[in-house]
Nanobody, 118 residues
Framework: VQLQASGGGVVQAGGSLRLSCTAS????????MGWFRQAPGKEREFVAR????????YYGDSVKGRFTISRDNAKNTVYLQMSSLKPEDTALYYC????????????WGQGTQVTVSS
């Protein structure tokens, strides 16, 4: 599975951005897709995850109520709608795929930078 993330950019605090992650290759094997982020000098942080079948979602505590993850199965694409952005949301955002119910994140995209100015 290959992942291509896009949609990052520079936005003012309080603004919104939508990230996209499109999967190609052996997409039939995808169980779930998630977003992570990593800011300079910090550990990677879980942001959100969505089941490919059924669409159940999970969010990290720091983004609950502000971010929404969704999917378009026909396009093999997952979106991350980010609203009420804060400077602390500034990070490199990665998408990743879970291949099965008992596996971890097996495939990772290259990341897209989100910068929130105050």
């Amino acid at each position: 599975v290959q992942l291509q993330a896009s949609g990052g950019g520079v936005v003012q605090a309080g603004g919104s951005l939508r990230l996209s992650c499109t999967a190609s290759g052996s997409t039939f094997s995808m169980y779930a897709m998630g977003w992570f982020r990593q800011a300079p000098g910090k550990e990677r942080e879980f942001v959100a995850r969505i089941r490919w079948s059924g669409g159940s979602t999970y969010y990290g505590d720091s983004v609950k109520g502000r971010f929404t993850i969704s999917r378009d199965n026909a396009k093999n694409t997952v979106y991350l709608q980010m609203s009420s952005l804060k400077p602390e949301d500034t990070a490199l955002y990665y998408c990743a795929v879970v291949s099965g119910p008992t596996t971890g994140y097996d495939y990772w995209g290259q990341g897209t930078q989100v910068t929130v100015s105050s």
